[in-house]
């Protein structure tokens, strides 16, 4: 079993509608979670972090958490070509980073 | 405010060489972490760097190594290069515990 999970995708949300990225991760013990944008030959781009559970927004952007069922979650609205790219989760042990990553799902925003 | 450098930004080695990656943490953090993302993955996390001592390392061989300067910058060193350490090298930045780690546009490495 992977340390976090996330659906390879591709996930094809259309121009406007709203894009919801999941993501499952093992160690209950995980107390830091990120969600990075990753353009295609770029390196990742911090969107949102989160530590307590329940919602967080900025923006557009709205991050989920729920440690009982080790899972967090992210919410695009009004999604814009713009934010075609592959989203990674990133969870970490403690609040010093050594993130450990998923794959990513790679989100297409068709007009 | 200046932002996480990584140099060089491509490099291609032979297998059995020995290459240095070089990064320059974000104005005012003092941490320095070296992840390595190959084709297709998400980031690994390889080691942290805090004031010059290593603060953690993930399940890479001691090929594998590492330095942090008093500007806190940092260097990633690979020994005895293989094929498959062919990835994109990402170095990241962050204040201590702050946990939210800022990353540079990374070095692609190609190991024929």
């Known amino acids: 079993q992977k340390e976090v999970e996330q659906n390879s995708g591709p996930l094809s949300v259309p121009e406007g509608a709203i894009a919801s990225l999941n993501c499952t991760y093992s160690?209950?013990?995980?107390?830091?979670f990120f969600w990075y944008r990753q353009y295609s030959g770029k390196s990742p781009e911090l969107i949102m972090f989160i530590y307590s559970n329940g919602d967080k927004e900025d923006g557009r952007f709205t991050a989920q958490l729920n440690k009982a069922s080790q899972y967090v979650s992210l919410l695009i609205r009004d999604s814009q070509p713009s934010d075609s790219a592959t989203y990674l989760c990133a969870v970490g042990r403690d609040s010093w980073g050594k993130l450990q990553f998923g794959a990513g799902t790679q989100v297409v925003v068709t007009p | 405010e200046t932002g996480v450098t990584q140099s060089p930004t491509h490099l291609i080695k032979t297998r059995g060489q020995q290459v240095t990656l070089r990064c320059s943490s974000q104005?005012?953090?003092?941490?320095v972490s070296w992840y390595q993302q190959a084709l297709g993955q998400g980031p690994q996390f390889i080691f942290q760097y805090y004031r010059e001592e290593e603060n953690g390392r993930g399940n890479f061989p001691p090929r594998f190594s590492g330095l942090q300067f008093p500007n806190y910058s940092s260097e990633l060193n690979v020994n005895a290069l293989e094929l498959d350490d062919s990835a994109l090298y990402l170095c990241a930045s962050s204040l201590e515990a702050s946990g939210t780690q800022y990353f540079g546009p990374g070095t692609r490495l190609l190991v024929l």
């Open positions: 160690d209950r013990g995980s107390q830091s």
């Open positions: 104005s005012g953090h003092n941490t």
